[in-house]
């Protein structure tokens, strides 16, 4: 069963561009969340959508904005890139819209983005 | 979501038994305990949870004090792939759907299993 996958592994950016990462959630669940981890803040709970609809976010600015589609495919973007959006973006799939039953999120190995 | 306090850091022997401690004081009767552990340059992987009662499974038990205000995670034989980061949760069951997929994740306790 293939898990969660998470592409690019890997990116670059400058200040000003803005950046699309991608979610692929493991079969059959259905909700997405996103987590930003940073040496200094650790890991941080971005949003979380099920069934195409933000269902729950955290204390983040609104460049960070995200959407999921019919399939269950998530992807977050972040606009206008500051330096200290450097992180590792990680995404994690639940099989019910309920976690706490299952006690599970399955996280992916995360997108590492570097802002120059 | 009630706060947890863990030690920064810990060491174990390789083949003997890790017992991690993390502290809830502020727990709430429908919060549950969770760990998570993070491997370098991992995902977070989950490994258990529990309400009141003691939980075990394949990767580990849980121990969650009469007062709930304290659990231990106990990896009995611990290896050297057991080397990584675990986070101590305590999240709301079922919060009128302001809770979903959202862990908030302190700093964790690192566990460094030597040969």
């Known amino acids: 069963k293939a898990g969660v996958t998470q592409t690019p592994r890997y990116l670059i950016k400058t200040r000003g561009q803005q950046v699309t990462l991608s979610c692929s959630p493991i079969s059959g669940h259905r909700s997405v969340s996103w987590y930003q981890q940073t040496p200094g803040q650790g890991l941080q709970f971005l949003f979380e959508y099920f069934s195409e609809t933000q269902r729950n976010k955290g204390n983040f600015p609104g460049r960070f904005s995200g959407r999921q589609f019919s399939n269950s495919r998530s992807e977050m973007n972040v606009s206008t890139l500051e330096l200290g959006d450097s992180a590792l973006y990680l995404c994690?799939?639940?099989?019910?819209?309920?976690?706490?039953?299952?006690?599970?999120?399955?996280f992916g190995e995360g997108s590492r983005l570097t802002v120059l | 979501d009630a706060k947890t306090t863990q030690p920064p850091s810990m060491d174990c022997a390789e083949g003997r038994a890790a017992n991690l401690p993390c502290n809830h004081s502020?727990?709430?009767?429908?919060?549950?305990v969770y760990w998570y552990r993070q491997i370098h340059s991992q995902g977070p992987q989950y490994i258990i949870h529990g309400l009141k009662n003691n939980e075990t499974n394949e990767m580990a038990s849980l121990i969650i004090t009469e007062d709930r205000k304290s659990s231990t995670l106990i990896l009995p034989h611990a290896t050297l792939r057991d080397t990584a980061v675990y986070y101590c949760?305590?999240?709301?069951?079922?919060?009128?759907?302001?809770?979903?997929?959202?862990?908030?994740f302190g700093q964790g306790t690192i566990l460094t299993v030597h040969p």
């Open positions: 994690a799939s639940s099989l019910r819209r309920d976690f706490h039953n299952t006690g599970e999120l399955f």
């Open positions: 502020t727990i709430s009767g429908n919060e549950y």
């Open positions: 949760i305590v999240s709301l069951y079922n919060a009128g759907g302001t809770s979903y997929g959202k862990l908030t």
